[in-house]
Nanobody, 123 residues
Framework: QVQLVESGGGLVQPGGSLRLSCAAS????????MGWYRQAPGKQRELVAG???????NYADSVKGRFTISRDNAKNTVYLQMNSLKPEDTAVYYC?????????????????WGQGTQVTVSS
């Protein structure tokens, strides 16, 4: 059906930058909102940023001014540029996409998640 694959995580020092990517593939008809969530150890998963197909964005207060979400609709890909990283940004980051896909009629629609990518901010 549909797969989301994230890349770009890793270890970075405080104040550094990382860029996450998430590419969707499979029997895709269209993708509406896409977003990034994160989950730190012992904490609930939280929304980091979201973006509509038209490019309207929203951010968690904790990342405003530091993170930028963007997407390439032709490539079914969403990005998260993370600057001025802090130790509290350490978490597993997951992408999610609202996908309408080919599987019978009418076309079904659902949320699909990536497998997660670890981001560690530490000196």
């Amino acid at each position: 059906q549909v797969q989301l694959v994230e890349s770009g995580g890793g270890l970075v020092q405080p104040g550094g930058s990382l860029r996450l990517s998430c590419a969707a593939s499979g029997s895709i008809f269209s993708i509406k909102p896409m977003g990034w969530y994160r989950q730190a150890p012992g904490k609930q998963r939280e929304l980091v940023a979201g973006i509509t197909r038209r490019g309207n964005t929203n951010y968690a207060d904790s990342v405003k001014g530091r993170f930028t979400i963007s997407r390439d609709n032709a490539k079914n890909t969403v990005y998260l540029q993370m600057n001025s990283l802090k130790p509290e940004d350490t978490a597993v980051y997951y992408c999610v996409a609202d996908v309408t896909y080919y599987s019978g009629s009418p076309l079904p629609r659902g949320d699909f998640w990536g497998q997660g990518t670890q981001v560690t901010v530490s000196s």
